[in-house]
């Protein structure tokens, strides 16, 4: 067999804007307000970009308010379908760190998102480690405004996490969240679910 055509390495990066977007900000975010409204102006700043869809996510350290990582959905800018924000932050927090396992030793870490997520990384976030998720909202409106199909996701999935340890905190400027996925809808942008 000629392997040589086989890849070997899967590789996103985050847009260098990302950057110039944390830079000017303090070390800690205190409050999920705070963290949330960094979150929505990535995730309106995103799709503007071109770098995939309206989403973004930080991985923050409990204790302190300390960012660790943020990630926004890299799909058109990787041409991978599973680097949604939720992902791409929680890898990156996982690489910064050093540990598969955001809650290894008893550290306590929590991601932020602009809205529940969809049915992949609703695992990844249950297999990160990581002890709270704080998400703008949940509901239809995501994909309504977007045309985006998020997967099948339990009724109870907030109370499944819940009962793995994983604290939820929902509707953080939710509103906000709205706000981008209707200004995304609106744009004209290709909603890029698998087979159209």
């Not at 529940?116 to 994909?143: I, K, Q, T």
Request: net charge negative; hydrophobic share 45%; charged share 25%.
């Amino acid at each position: 067999m000629d392997i040589s055509p086989f890849a070997t390495r899967v590789t996103a990066q985050l847009p260098p804007w990302v950057l110039d977007e944390l830079a000017s900000l303090p070390d800690t975010l205190s409050t999920d307000e705070e963290r949330m409204r960094l979150v929505h102006r990535l995730a309106g700043r995103n799709f503007r970009a071109g770098s995939g869809g309206p989403f973004a996510a930080l991985v923050v350290e409990s204790a302190t308010g300390r960012l660790v990582s943020a990630g926004v959905n890299l799909v058109l800018d990787s041409g991978l379908s599973g680097m949604h924000a939720e992902v791409v932050a929680l890898s990156l927090a996982q690489n910064r760190l050093g540990v598969w396992d955001l809650g290894q030793d008893g550290a306590e870490h929590e991601l932020v998102v602009n809205w529940r997520p969809c049915a992949m990384c609703y695992g990844a976030v249950l297999w990160s480690g990581v002890r709270r998720l704080v998400v703008a909202g949940d509901g239809p409106e995501l994909e309504k405004l977007t045309g985006f199909d998020e997967g099948p996701m339990r009724d109870d999935w907030a109370e499944q996490l819940e009962a793995r340890g994983v604290s939820v905190t929902q509707d953080v400027l939710r509103d906000d969240a709205i706000d981008v996925f209707r200004a995304y809808g609106e744009s004209g942008a290709e909603a890029y679910n698998a087979r159209g």
